[in-house]
Nanobody
Framework: VQLVESGGGLVQAGGSLRLSCAAS????????IAWFRQAPGKERDFVAG????????YYADSVKGRFTVSRDNAKNTAYLQMNNLEPEDTAVYYC????????????????????WGQGTPVPVSS
């Protein structure tokens, strides 16, 4: 699976961005999608995830109520809508494809995901 993120960029605190994750290769509807982020000097952390059919979504406590994950299987694309951004959200954001054998599972650990995009930076200014 090849994944390409887009939509990142500098935003002021309180602003919004929508990230996209365009996929190619294995059938898009055969795996879950997870979003992670990595701030400078920190580990890669789970942000949000969505099962293969969009039936279930999951969020880190720090983004609940502000971020929304979705997917359009017809367009082979997943999205992360980020509202009310805070300086603490500053990071490089990555999308990842879950393991194909378990499309109903979203793994919150990096090792639980098979393929990764290159990341898109999201700096949030105060």
């Amino acid at each position: 699976v090849q994944l390409v993120e887009s939509g990142g960029g500098l935003v002021q605190a309180g602003g919004s961005l929508r990230l996209s994750c365009a996929a190619s290769g294995r059938a898009f509807s055969s795996y879950s999608i997870a979003w992670f982020r990595q701030a400078p000097g920190k580990e890669r952390d789970f942000v949000a995830g969505i099962t293969w059919d969009g039936g279930s979504t999951y969020y880190a406590d720090s983004v609940k109520g502000r971020f929304t994950v979705s997917r359009d299987n017809a367009k082979n694309t997943a999205y992360l809508q980020m509202n009310n951004l805070e300086p603490e959200d500053t990071a490089v954001y990555y999308c990842a494809a879950g393991q194909p054998e378990i499309p109903t599972v979203v793994s919150r650990t990096p090792n639980g995901n098979d393929d990764w995009g290159q990341g898109t930076p999201v700096p949030v200014s105060s």
